[in-house]
């Protein structure tokens, strides 16, 4: 079964193409800038042909009428017709209360997520531009819209709601929803899969912790709680976003400092985090240069890890027993002291990570870190690569099967 994944941006436009029969990645892809003078697409197949383009791609619309002359090229190309196809499944952020699940797309469904676009003005538009391109240059193809949010909506009221006054909820869905849903899910999955245990049981704490971060504590293989709310700013330290606050800050700004609105929304989302308290928002420069002695670097590195650290054990405190601390995304895969920091001084939690496996993580594979031995830990803490486009993928095959 092929089936083509789309991740439409504002200007931007992800795009893999599986074989799911044989567990295949055929093609995958980007497009950048569309929109400006010199838009970019970049196109690579499994067998490594590669192909660059600059070009005024003017809309989401001509970017993927470009890709899909590529994917049916006779020296580039991984397909004969678009026939092939037999779905497109597309990430949408935000599908708030009314997708619990993914779901194949038709007018009502369309009509759905543009409802969502107040909750996730940057994010829902150009999910449901690509939506509309792919109906309309592939109109016999089934498309499948996964949401980011799904997998959350198995949070109790009593996890989701705000103290804020009800009518707030009902009439205007101010909530806390949570995202990177797909990513949460699929290593959940993968490491219930490698523990051996079926994923009704598994009980985990997920990591995703990439220039975005956000947590999940997950009992029997549901999200009960996320660290992401209404918006994808509640939460984690992250790259460039500030996470929990004070919600009384934004008043003393406007108030004290004269910020309006726009300016503070950017400094919370684009100016704060990692980079606001050092001015780098990529580990492996904090990390670098903390080992040299930057003491913003050093204090951005502990604030992020501490976060980290108060989520797991509030996490800790709402399940009724742990199986598996997981980590994923780029930091979570790939940052040997950001995970030791985290998880440092938890043995009294049965939390024991072994120094010199997580030193050795190899990249793109799944690994166990904990340290083994009479009287250790039960909990394991696994290393899962993230794959977020084929948990689309698989949805896509899972509803139109
Ligand atoms: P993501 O959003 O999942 O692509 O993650 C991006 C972040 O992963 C970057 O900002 C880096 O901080 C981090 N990252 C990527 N590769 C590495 C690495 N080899 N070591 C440490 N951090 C990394």
């Given at each position: 079964m092929k089936i083509l994944v789309l991740n439409a941006g504002s200007s931007s436009l992800k795009y893999k193409i599986f074989d799911l029969d044989h567990d295949l990645v055929l093609a995958s892809g980007l497009v950048e800038k569309i929109g400006e003078e010199k838009a970019h697409l970049i196109y690579e197949t499994k067998s490594k042909k590669t192909y660059e383009e600059e070009a005024p791609f003017k809309n989401h619309k001509e970017a993927l009428e470009k890709i899909i002359s590529i994917l049916l090229d006779k020296k580039l190309g991984v397909l004969n017709s678009v026939s092939e196809l037999q779905g497109v499944g597309h990430r949408v952020v935000h599908g708030g209360e009314s997708f619990k699940i993914p779901c194949k797309v038709n007018e009502e469904v369309l009509k759905g997520i543009e409802k969502m676009i107040p909750l996730a003005p940057l994010h829902n538009p150009p999910n449901l531009e690509g939506l509309k391109v792919s109906m309309s240059l592939f109109p016999k193809v089934p498309q499948v819209a996964v949401f980011d949010t799904s997998f959350h909506q198995t949070m109790p009221k009593h996890a989701f709601r705000y103290a804020l006054p009800e009518d707030l909820y009902e009439k205007h869905g101010l909530r806390r929803y949570g995202f990177h849903g797909t990513s949460h899910h699929y290593v959940a999955k993968v490491a219930a899969n490698y523990l051996n245990i079926p994923i009704e049981k598994l009980n985990a704490i997920t990591f995703h912790l990439g220039n975005g971060g956000s947590m999940a504590a997950i009992k029997g293989g549901k999200?009960?709680?996320?660290?992401?709310?209404?918006?994808?700013?509640?939460g984690l330290v992250m790259g460039t976003r500030s996470g929990d606050i004070d919600p009384a800050i934004p008043f003393f700004l406007e108030r004290?400092?004269?910020?309006?609105l726009k300016s503070i929304d950017l400094l919370l989302n684009k100016k704060s985090g990692l980079k606001g308290i050092c001015g780098k928002n990529d580990i492996r420069d904090i990390s670098r240069l903390s080992k040299n002695g930057d003491e913003k670097a050093t204090l951005a590195l502990n604030i992020y890890c501490y976060r980290i650290k108060k989520y797991l054990g509030a996490y800790l405190a709402l399940l009724p027993k742990l199986d598996a601390l997981v980590f994923t995304a780029g930091i979570g895969e790939n940052s040997t002291l950001v995970r030791e920091m985290i998880l440092k001084d938890l043995n009294h939690l049965g939390i024991n990570l072994d120094q010199e496996k997580n030193k050795n993580v190899k990249r793109g594979t799944i690994q166990a870190i904990q340290a083994e031995g009479k009287d250790q830990t039960v909990i394991k803490i696994l290393v899962v690569p993230t794959d977020e486009e084929k948990e689309i993928a698989s949805q896509t095959k899972g509803i139109l099967n």
């Open positions: 999200s009960i709680d996320t660290s992401m709310g209404m918006t994808p700013l509640e004290e400092l004269k910020m309006d």
